[in-house]
């Protein structure tokens, strides 16, 4: 018997889904290509939370993989010898102190520069992954073992299966599963990035978050995460975020519809609101109405897409594969969303490589495996939102009781 070679898949999105699939494909010798809208220098430089349980999948992947090595490749703190330590413990944001500390088993996770990521993976193998850049998808047709897509630039190809790894607005899903629409979380989010000097980063950081990548503070419904993004021996770049629940139907700064431009403007309401705070250091040199003005700032709008398997299954049956946030985009709040696309990848990636020459089984097979892991993180994910932003009282409750739980063992 003639074994068919295995033909060309499409990936759409060079995200950490695609290029985690691309890369893994192409080390098995699965032609692929992956196709991105953006230009091969993207922004997005800010940190994330990978977990133990996605990047262990990861580096066994791609061949037993040392974490030490990923740490030096990924790491915000790299460059300045770090490996991306993440301080668990959750501070109180009005006085600095500790409200509730790590349990003893701590978590495995770390805190890696989202562009490193993206590099590092696409690097990692002897022969180069085909990425084209600067191909947003337009339109494709599709049934199973033939696919035929269209792109802005008026590039086309064809290929044997269509995976969409385009993230939260798939225009792959758009197109195939109209119905199926992002849901938005009641929550205003507020992002911002800027760049202090090790002088500085050593005068007003240091003392509270010593040689962490994070620092959580909490507030009264409130939250303040600073996180490094990068690091260098001369600058720090650093990220805040500002969210909490939407207060009521007319809440001003909550802006679900904003178009990408307006999203990136400071509304009067947030230099108020953030004026009214009561914070401590650090928190009070960062998130203060004056310095938040000289920070590329933007309005982030939280949305989950819970996806039934009679959809992706339907989609399969026309040749199309989901993804990472396509199909499961999940609040970030609590860091999980990166870590499911990477481990989709890698389901995918096995499924296809004891399947060559049989896509169909390939994804009944990667379906069954991801559905229920990717389902109870969006239920998670959503609680997670109400547990992080509960009143003060609460959290100090909460930590009275860990304390008397802690004495009493
Ligand atoms: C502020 C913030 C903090 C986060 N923190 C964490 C964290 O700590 N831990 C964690 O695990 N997750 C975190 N996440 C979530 C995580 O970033 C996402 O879940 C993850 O990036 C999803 O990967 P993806 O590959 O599915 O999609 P994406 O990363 O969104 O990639 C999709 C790619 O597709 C491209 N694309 C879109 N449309 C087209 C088109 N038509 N044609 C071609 N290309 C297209 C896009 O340009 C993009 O590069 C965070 C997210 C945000 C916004």
Do not use: C
């Not at 993206?118 to 022969?127: K, L, P, S, V």
């Not at 205003?188 to 950081?205: A, I, Q």
């Not at 009282?393 to 860990?402: C, I, M, N, V």
């Amino acid at each position: 018997m003639v074994v068919k070679p295995p033909s060309l898949i499409l990936i759409i999105g060079a995200g950490l889904s695609g290029l985690t699939l691309g890369r893994l494909l192409t080390n098995a010798g699965i032609p692929n290509i992956v196709f991105e809208a953006s230009p091969p220098k993207r922004r997005q430089g800010f940190s994330i939370t990978l977990r133990g349980w996605g990047y262990e999948a990861l580096l066994a992947a791609l061949g037993d993989v040392s974490l030490s090595s990923l740490q030096k490749g990924v790491a915000s703190d790299r460059l300045i010898g770090g490996a991306g330590w993440l301080e668990h413990a959750r501070l109180d944001n009005s006085t600095g102190e500790v409200l509730i500390a790590p349990d003893s088993a701590s978590v495995a996770a770390f805190r890696a520069n989202r562009n490193a990521l993206r590099q590092w993976i696409a690097d990692y193998g002897e022969e180069s992954m085909d990425i084209r850049y600067n191909h947003r998808l337009k339109s494709f047709q599709s049934k199973p073992g033939s696919v035929h897509v269209e792109f802005e630039n008026g590039a086309r190809f064809s290929g044997s299966l269509l995976v969409a790894a385009d993230g939260v607005h798939s225009i792959v899903r758009q197109q195939i599963l109209p119905h199926v629409n992002p849901e938005v979380i009641p929550a205003v989010v507020y992002h911002g990035d800027f760049s202090v000097t090790r002088e500085e980063f050593d005068r007003t950081f240091a003392p509270l978050m010593g040689k962490a990548n994070i620092i959580a503070g909490l507030g009264d419904n409130f939250n303040t995460p600073i996180t490094i993004a990068d690091a260098n021996k001369q600058r720090y770049y650093l990220d805040w975020s500002y969210s909490r629940p939407v207060k009521g139907a007319s809440d001003p700064l909550y802006r679900p519809d904003a178009s990408a431009e307006e999203a990136k403007q400071i509304p009067q309401a947030l230099l108020e609101e953030l004026g009214s705070l009561q914070l401590a250091e650090p928190w009070a040199s960062v998130l203060n109405p004056e310095a938040i003005q000289e920070h590329s700032v933007f309005s982030w709008t939280s949305r989950y897409v819970n996806m039934p398997p009679t959809d992706f299954e339907a989609a399969a049956k026309e040749g199309v594969v989901f993804l990472g946030d396509s199909w499961h985009a999940m609040p970030i709040f609590g860091g999980e969303g990166g870590n499911h696309a990477i481990m989709d990848a890698v389901e995918l990636a096995e499924a296809m490589t004891s399947s060559p020459s049989d896509n169909t089984a390939a994804i009944a097979a990667f379906y069954k495996r991801a559905a229920p892991r990717t389902g109870d993180a969006i239920k998670r994910t959503r609680q997670r939102f109400l547990i992080m932003h509960r009143p003060l009282a609460e959290w100090r409750d909460l930590a009275e009781k860990k304390k008397s739980l802690a004495i009493g063992r």
